[in-house]
């Protein structure tokens, strides 16, 4: 059974960073194109950052240069690393998991729809 695991969530003040992790089980990252989501309240859900089975990144503008997205060398672990975080990041972020085996350009990297499995989220709330 496939399931994905958010932490590192949290508080923290403009400025700040903060990594997120997602912990895979029943599967690895090997096969897998991978991506954060985040929601804020009253918002629809968006991709922030997407990393594609063949290695390709994708980001949302209005994280790039601050947000990396990565996996450990077992692929096992996805991580979001959150530098220089705004107010504007508070969200609930989620890790998710597309299909076995399947590529993504990027118009369908940071598109919910193209992801099957997803974990439970991690509040990350950004003080100014």
């Known amino acids: 059974q496939i399931q994905l695991v958010e932490s590192g969530g949290g508080p923290v003040q403009a400025g700040g960073s903060l990594r997120l992790s997602c912990a895979a089980s029943?599967?690895?990252?090997?096969?897998?194109?991978v991506a954060w989501f985040r929601q804020a309240p009253g918002k629809e859900r968006e991709g922030v950052a997407a990393l594609d089975i063949d290695g390709d990144t994708n980001y949302a503008n209005s994280v790039k240069g601050r947000f990396t997205v990565s996996t450990d060398n077992a692929k096992k672990n996805l991580y979001l690393q959150m530098n220089n975080l705004k107010p504007e990041d508070t969200a609930r972020y989620y890790c998710?998991?597309?299909?076995?085996?399947?590529?993504?350009?990027?118009?369908?990297?940071?598109?919910?729809?193209?992801?099957?499995?997803w974990g439970q989220g991690a509040q990350v709330t950004v003080s100014s």
């Open positions: 029943g599967f690895t990252y090997r096969t897998y194109s």
């Open positions: 998710a998991a597309g299909r076995p085996g399947q590529s993504m350009n990027k118009f369908q990297a940071l598109d919910a729809a193209w992801y099957d499995y």
